[in-house]
């Protein structure tokens, strides 16, 4: 089962990230696409929770993530999600970790 944190992060917004498995495990880190967020990988969190760290941050403005005040869509898909996920990542893991991802 997830556990679903509220991370600030370097803009002073909240990421929501959702993590399972064991904090010691090879973490996996699950990015979705524009649109949905990352609750949509619940299902794979069921079946890869017992061996590895998972993880799925949902980008600003999507899920329960928040967006600054006065951020067009432009600014939400701009080159800040990068580094507002590397900041609120860096929570949970301290070294390399596998990516997953979809595009929408």
């Not at 089962?1 to 917004?13: G, Y």
């Not at 880190?29 to 017992?50: C, E, I, W």
């Not at 980008?59 to 329960?64: A, D, N, Q, V, Y």
């Not at 067009?72 to 800040?80: G, I, P, S, Y």
Request: proline share 9%; net charge neutral; glycine share 6%.
């Amino acid at each position: 089962m997830a556990v679903h944190h509220q991370v600030r992060v370097a803009d002073d917004v909240s990421l929501e990230v959702a993590t399972a498995g064991p904090p010691d495990a090879p973490p996996v880190m699950f990015v979705h696409g524009n649109g949905p967020n990352g609750r949509q990988f619940a299902p794979k969190f069921t079946s890869l929770a017992d061996r590895d760290r998972l993880l799925a941050p949902s980008l600003r403005g999507h899920g329960r993530s928040e967006v600054p005040a006065n951020t067009t869509v432009r600014d939400v898909t701009n080159l800040e999600q990068p580094r507002a996920f590397d900041d609120a990542l860096q929570r949970f893991i301290d070294h390399h970790v596998t990516a997953a991802g979809v595009r929408t």
